[in-house]
Each structure stands twice: as C-alpha cells, then as structure tokens.
C-alpha cells in the first residue's frame, strides 16, 4: 500500500503541475516522474521539453500512457512519484476506445499496491458547460467519475486554481 497519496486537481494551466512537482521536491526522496500523455505533434513537444526543463535533472522519467503496473509496481519506499496526469491517462484509454471501468480499476489497484508516495495530477472538468458532442460529454463524464475515484482513495485532496492550493481533505 502506497505510504501517501496525493490528489491535486484543477483546471487546465492553474498550476497544478508545478505545485505537485514542488510537494515532491520538498520529501527527498527519489522522484519519478510518470509521464501520460502522447506527443502527436509540435505543441505538445514544446509543452514536453517545457515540463522537462521546469523539473529539472533530478527525474526519472517513465513514458507510459495506458499501464499503471508497469510504472507503479516496481517503485519502492524510497521513491516519489508524480503521475501526470490521469486527465491524459484516461484520453489514451477513451480514444484507444478500451473498458474504461477496468482500466480504471486496473489503476487503482495499482496504485493500491504501490510501495512509494503517490502525487497524482488530474484535471477538473466539471466545472465548465454540457459539451456539445457525445465523445465530449462521454469523456467529461469518465473524468468526473475517476476523478471521484481518486478522491476517495487519497489520503490529501488539494485543488489548485490560479497557482493557489487548496486543501479539500486530509493535510499537506
């Protein structure tokens, strides 16, 4: 079982990435970075090397966008490790057009299994109008649904906006 997990949410660009990598610079132990997302073409690349150039050289960084045990089952008590981010993570999964009830499953027993400290990055999208597709409303809704998920198996929720967190649960 994870020693601690925890969820940081918010909206795109509110500073959730840079705060959750803050958390995880601030423990000392060894950080691991799981990288989710997919670069498919030059703004994500630049996006990439931005994330990179901000954490700095002191990452291991996994690239893994489906497979929670693969990146999760190996890593032990000594490490950190920043998931960003489970918003990309459930993209691969929806347009990979995979069972999203048991990939979300899947994660969360690895993440049940996970020996280090888990941050878990994710987007909140509920907050915004009804989308007006049905790939859209689908996906707002499996994040919605993960991102309960999350929640409730963290030990600290914390929502950022406009680079200020906020603790919904436990303590920071």
Same mark, same amino acid.
């Given at each position: 079982?994870?020693?601690?997990?925890?969820?940081?949410?918010? @909206?795109?660009?509110?500073?959730? =990435?840079?705060?959750?990598?803050?958390?995880?610079?601030?423990?000392?132990?060894?950080?691991?970075?799981?990288? +989710?997302?997919?670069?498919?073409?030059?703004?994500?690349?630049?996006?990439? =090397? !931005?994330?990179? +150039?901000? !954490? @700095? $050289?002191?990452?291991?960084?996994?690239?893994?966008?489906? +497979?929670?045990?693969?990146?999760?089952?190996?890593?032990?008590?000594?490490?950190?490790?920043?998931?960003?981010?489970?918003?990309?993570?459930?993209?691969?999964?929806?347009?990979?057009?995979?069972?999203?009830?048991?990939? +979300?499953?899947?994660?969360? =027993?690895?993440? =049940?299994?996970?020996?280090?400290? /888990?941050?878990?990055?994710?987007?909140?999208? #509920?907050?915004?109008?009804?989308? $007006?597709?049905?790939?859209? !409303?689908?996906?707002?809704?499996?994040? #919605?649904?993960?991102?309960?998920? /999350?929640?409730? !198996?963290?030990?600290?929720?914390?929502?950022?906006?406009?680079?200020?967190?906020?603790?919904?649960?436990?303590?920071?």
């Amino acid at each position: 079982m994870p020693l601690n997990v925890t969820f940081i949410l918010g @909206g795109a660009a509110s500073g959730k =990435s840079a705060f959750a990598e803050s958390l995880c610079a601030s423990t000392g132990k060894d950080k691991v970075y799981w990288a +989710t997302a997919q670069v498919f073409d030059a703004e994500m690349r630049e996006k990439v =090397s !931005r994330h990179l +150039t901000q !954490r @700095g $050289e002191n990452w291991t960084t996994i690239e893994e966008p489906e +497979t929670a045990a693969a990146v999760l089952d190996p890593l032990t008590i000594d490490q950190i490790c920043l998931v960003d981010c489970a918003t990309m993570w459930l993209t691969n999964h929806l347009l990979a057009d995979h069972d999203l009830v048991a990939a +979300t499953d899947e994660l969360l =027993s690895a993440i =049940s299994r996970c020996q280090a400290d /888990l941050v878990i990055v994710s987007n909140e999208t #509920g907050l915004g109008i009804v989308p $007006e597709n049905k790939l859209a !409303r689908r996906f707002r809704e499996a994040q #919605g649904r993960l991102n309960i998920a /999350l929640a409730a !198996r963290a030990d600290t929720v914390v929502q950022v906006t406009a680079g200020l967190p906020l603790v919904l649960k436990g303590a920071l």
